[in-house]
């Protein structure tokens, strides 16, 4: 089930980790996520930055924004990215740092949720023209102090749906994982699973030291 927030910073050349390529410690590979998914050439986690932020559906307005918030204070992104061609799936997974515009999980927790009441208020009131419909959902039964959120589009031009989770990490970071995916009602992989996956192998990617 679902809630969320989230980003990471320097990568840390670790001989011996809990999932690497080649040298390199890797978020999620491609042992952790089913077959059909192929792991993308941007394994460090761009996408997140650049306004493609998995799991937000309709509601790009209040999610996404709020997500594309918290990467402006981070530092250098990591993180792990994979898609499904058909159906299509889109899956990330990154770790978000307190910084200059929000100096903790809390803080992030907070701006992440002004973002779901502004889905909801979508929800409340969609356009007088729309047909079909939008919902969001929270989702339960995540790591300690975790959050995220389901959303669903049956409009005529539906978005993919998406599920977006978040969890902080042992050192004060926040933790995500977010899929966008058409063809079914149930989301591709098990997000709270890969959550747990991330937040295990956090501390192969330590926090960057501030100057």
Request: aromatic share 8%; hydrophobic share 40%; glycine share 10%.
């Given at each position: 089930?679902?809630?969320?927030?989230?980003?990471?910073?320097?990568?840390?050349?670790?001989?011996?980790?809990?999932?690497?390529?080649?040298?390199?410690?890797?978020?999620?590979?491609?042992?952790?996520?089913?077959?059909?998914?192929?792991?993308?050439?941007?394994?460090?986690?761009?996408?997140?930055?650049?306004?493609?932020?998995?799991?937000?559906?309709?509601?790009?307005?209040?999610?996404?924004?709020?997500?594309?918030?918290?990467?402006?204070?981070?530092?250098?992104?990591?993180?792990?990215?994979?898609?499904?061609?058909?159906?299509?799936?889109?899956?990330?997974?990154?770790?978000?740092?307190?910084?200059?515009?929000?100096?903790?999980?809390?803080?992030?927790?907070?701006?992440?949720?002004?973002?779901?009441?502004?889905?909801?208020?979508?929800?409340?009131?969609?356009?007088?023209?729309?047909?079909g419909t939008w919902s969001i959902e929270k989702v339960e039964?995540?790591?300690?102090?975790?959050?995220?959120?389901?959303?669903?589009?049956?409009?005529?031009?539906?978005?993919?749906?998406?599920?977006?989770?978040?969890?902080?990490?042992?050192?004060?970071?926040?933790?995500?994982?977010?899929?966008?995916?058409?063809?079914?009602?149930?989301?591709?992989?098990?997000?709270?699973?890969?959550?747990?996956?991330?937040?295990?192998?956090?501390?192969?990617?330590?926090?960057?030291?501030?100057?």
């Amino acid at each position: 089930m679902i809630r969320r927030a989230t980003l990471a910073l320097a990568l840390a050349a670790l001989a011996l980790c809990a999932s690497c390529v080649g040298d390199e410690p890797q978020l999620l590979d491609k042992g952790d996520v089913p077959a059909a998914f192929s792991q993308s050439e941007d394994t460090d986690g761009i996408d997140f930055l650049e306004g493609q932020v998995f799991g937000t559906s309709w509601c790009r307005l209040g999610l996404a924004n709020a997500k594309n918030n918290l990467v402006d204070f981070s530092g250098t992104p990591v993180g792990s990215t994979f898609i499904r061609e058909d159906p299509y799936a889109e899956l990330g997974a990154t770790i978000f740092a307190p910084g200059d515009r929000y100096d903790s999980v809390q803080a992030m927790e907070d701006e992440v949720d002004a973002g779901y009441q502004k889905c909801l208020s979508m929800v409340d009131h969609p356009p007088q023209d729309m047909t079909g419909t939008w919902s969001i959902e929270k989702v339960e039964d995540l790591p300690a102090g975790g959050f995220g959120y389901r959303l669903n589009d049956t409009t005529e031009n539906a978005q993919p749906a998406g599920v977006m989770v978040f969890a902080p990490t042992s050192d004060g970071r926040l933790a995500a994982v977010g899929v966008d995916y058409r063809g079914s009602e149930e989301p591709p992989v098990d997000v709270t699973e890969l959550l747990k996956k991330v937040l295990e192998r956090a501390p192969d990617f330590p926090a960057e030291e501030s100057d």
